[in-house]
Nanobody, 126 residues
Framework: QVSLMEIGGGSVQAGESLRVSCVAL????????MAWFRQESGGDRKVVAA????????YYADSVKGRFTISRDNAKRTVDLQMNKLKSEDTGKYYC???????????????????WGQGTQVTISS
């Protein structure tokens, strides 16, 4: 059974950088899509960025474009999210998500993903 393990996160000041990483365990096949979602206290999970296994298709929420970079290593089955110029509104619990399905709901929706990590907290203080 495939599981996801997140590494990284923490607390920094606004304007600083953080990196979160995620690895897919229990499989030798890289997921078709890997993504990061953010959940604020009491809110829904909202997509931050997603990357397809072809290495070309990468998508970002408007709020993070130009500041965050998602990258994948299919051989290692990992996805990283480099977060620069962090803002207080980036605060939340970040979840790694993966899908092996080549069709389904849009990449930006939580329902597209059947495999989720436990989440890692990112806190930005201003």
């Amino acid at each position: 059974q495939v599981s996801l393990m997140e590494i990284g996160g923490g607390s920094v000041q606004a304007g600083e950088s953080l990196r979160v990483s995620c690895v897919a365990l229990g499989t030798t096949v890289a997921p078709y899509i890997m993504a990061w979602f953010r959940q604020e206290s009491g809110g829904d999970r909202k997509v931050v960025a997603a990357a397809y296994s072809n290495g070309r298709n990468q998508y970002y929420a408007d709020s993070v474009k130009g500041r965050f970079t998602i990258s994948r290593d299919n051989a290692k089955r990992t996805v990283d999210l480099q977060m620069n110029k962090l803002k207080s509104e980036d605060t939340g619990k970040y979840y790694c998500a993966a899908s092996y399905d080549m069709s389904g709901p849009p990449w930006s929706t939580a329902s597209r993903y059947k495999i989720w990590g436990q989440g890692t907290q990112v806190t930005i203080s201003s």
